[in-house]
């Protein structure tokens, strides 16, 4: 059975300040692994998908890395905005997408 | 092109009623997956269709829970009866049915409240 582990539950950073967020999984046999951003009250925005053959993917100031033999990936957020508070969550997907608990990022002004 | 599109976006019922979940994926897409949110959980799966076939539905919590897709596209999700540990958010999602590496859409989610 696929778990995924986000580390940490939550983390307050001020304004500017570069970041990494930590997905584990147990099963490295994925397709593929998606990092969402959820806004309180809101659905899930996808971020960063990446394939099970691929190393990173980049979008604007997010970069998302893959290793699958260790069952890892990082979410690295250059120059953090107050805009990016929310809850980021990574999801593998194997037979279906399994989620993580997330992380609750703060940005403090 | 719209994109995954649920309703209503919140539901507020007593205990013992029936409440129905509506999705609409986008145009084309064979696959469409449930998953909840109970709260302070992770987002658990529900249930996977594709077209108008269960193909997994390994995580419907019980039989209160009844899923459809008629003729493969919106689908809806029967609560009945509601008790209150039913609450939380209930998204909806799909793909294409192109291979499974690819991206899954969510919708905004419908948040229950059962009280």
């Known amino acids: 059975k696929q778990e995924v582990t986000q580390i940490p539950a939550a983390l307050s950073v001020p304004e500017g300040e570069n970041l990494v967020l930590n997905c584990s999984f147990t099963d490295s046999a994925i397709y593929n692994l998606q990092w969402f951003r959820q806004d309180p009250g809101k659905g899930l925005t996808s971020l960063l998908l990446i394939q099970s053959s691929q190393r990173e993917q980049t979008s604007g100031r997010l970069n998302a890395s893959l290793d699958k033999s260790s069952g890892r990936s990082t979410l690295y957020i250059a120059a953090s905005q107050p805009g990016d508070s929310a809850t980021y969550l990574c999801a593998v997907l194997n037979e279906k997408l399994t989620f993580g608990t997330g992380t609750r990022l703060t940005i403090i002004p | 092109e719209a994109g995954v599109t649920q309703f209503p976006s919140h539901s507020v019922i007593e205990k013992g009623q029936t409440v129905t979940l509506r999705c609409d994926p986008i145009s084309g897409h064979d696959n469409l997956y449930w998953y909840r949110r109970v709260m302070g959980k992770e987002i658990k799966f529900l249930l996977h269709f594709v077209k108008e076939s269960k193909q997994d539905e390994s995580g419907m919590p019980n039989n209160r829970f009844l899923a459809e897709r008629t003729g493969g596209t919106y689908s809806t999700l029967k609560v009945q009866p509601a008790e209150l540990e039913d609450s939380g958010v209930y998204f909806c999602?799909?793909?294409?049915?192109?291979?499974?590496?690819?991206?899954?859409?969510f919708g905004q989610g419908t948040r229950l409240t059962v009280v």
């Open positions: 999602a799909s793909s294409p049915l192109t291979g499974l590496d690819t991206e899954a859409f």
